[in-house]
DNA sequence: ATTTAATAGTGTAGTAAATACACACTATAT
DNA sequence: ATATAGTGTGTATTTACTACACTATTAAAT
């Protein structure tokens, strides 16, 4: 670490968590420290932030390298600068949450980075002990995601592009942390007109197979200014 | 500036949005600077944050040396971080808003810093032009107040220990930037139990005296936890 | 003493939205 | 044939939201 972190060039760091929706359970991307320090412990990917690069780009950067994927869904979540968070002094970081269709990753991710030996996705209901305040970190994500669900639908960025309203009630089942009435919740989300039933199926299930829907763009866009309220 | 600015002794700033309220209006401490850049122009309180201090630490500072008080709601808001919002190079701003009970000032607050020549307070609805990207910040700033008092208790950090129910709904109204139906509003706001009548009224106006209410400290406590919903 | 001006304070009814709840159908695996 | 897991619909109840108009109180002016 001591040579490739030029002293001072950027005194603070980007970290970002990368949510990804598989099998009805959340999953965060995390990486294999391949430096010092937490040499070797799971952390989220983040680097220093370039002096020539603003943070979106450095975030944009991040997400490229260990994804293969460009335009993932993207918001800043908090700054956190405790005076201890970093063992070589006080380095802030800017978090930053990501959303991601896993569908659209071909192969498991590989870490183009030097500083990451290995990225995985683990469970967020099963996750190893975390280099520095990540922890932290994915628990505020988690609760911003929480809220956000409820009046924005970036729902639909952890989701294929055709999708089962099913697929979607246990999105939103895994994220609140608990089971919702079928019945209503369909009502409710085909209420909000910004489904677009599709004449398609799912394929490959053993049982009845579910129709598929995608987002209808131009609708989305309309409600989404106006804000939903999707609650409890 | 290039005096007292150790180079990169500090790369990153914060910068505090100062709401108050009087007389129905939403208002904002600016200062005017004295130092370069934007010698001479309005804008928001703020400085470099020390090494050994947090940044909640330096936003307490700062707003210590603009009120005088203490212990006043702050929240951290979001991290600027445009190439070009500082001319002297990449300067990123950790934006904070606070929420102060203009009562609590004995007097017009005295700036103790050398870096501002004074310190107004400046009704949100005309506003002068602003240095660096500041007018961006103060516009997200209101948008996260006027989202966030609608599911948590946060618009009674600005009103008096005691208030009238009238006044309440002004600075719902202020914020919001529209009309509220009055007894709809009391109806609502006392349901939520969270306000405690007092047998005092308003003393020293010219007309029917209204009654003084108090928050309710240990039941506010209880709602804070589920999060009102005060929507429309 | 009376009037005026200004604001405080109060209730009801209609509408829309959210919720809770029960059953029938389809496909697949064994 | 049967068990299982999922899809798919209707209705009644409760809760929340909206619209709306008059009387009461106080101080100041006459």
Not at 89 to 100: D, E, N, Q
Not at 165 to 181: F, M, N, P, S, V
Request: aromatic residues 14%; proline residues 5%.
């Amino acid at each position: 670490m001591q040579s490739n972190l030029p002293h001072l060039q950027s005194t603070f760091t980007t970290d970002c968590v990368i949510f990804g929706f598989h099998e009805g359970e959340l999953k965060v991307l995390l990486i294999e420290r391949n430096e010092y320090p937490f040499k070797g412990w799971w952390a989220l990917p983040g680097f220093f932030v370039e002096h020539n690069e603003t943070i979106d780009d450095a975030v944009k950067r991040i997400l490229y390298e260990h994804t293969g994927l460009r335009g993932i869904f993207m918001e800043q979540l908090y700054t956190f600068g405790n005076l201890k968070r970093h063992p070589q002094g006080r380095i802030i970081t800017v978090a930053y949450y990501a959303l991601l269709r896993l569908d659209d990753l071909k192969s498991q991710p590989a870490p183009v980075t030097d500083y990451a030996r290995q990225a995985v996705w683990h469970p967020l209901k099963n996750l190893p002990e975390l280099a520095f305040d990540h922890r932290h970190i994915i628990d505020k994500s988690i609760q911003k995601v929480r809220r956000k669900i409820s009046y924005s639908p970036i729902a639909f960025e952890l989701l294929p592009e055709k999708f089962t309203l099913t697929q979607l009630q246990q999105l939103y089942e895994a994220i609140w942390g608990r089971k919702l009435d079928k019945r209503n919740f369909r009502k409710k989300m085909l209420n909000y007109n910004i489904l677009k039933e599709l004449p398609e199926f799912q394929r490959g299930v053993s049982y009845r197979a579910a129709r598929l829907y995608k987002l209808d763009k131009r609708k989305y866009a309309k409600v989404f200014q106006n804000e939903l309220t999707f609650s409890r």
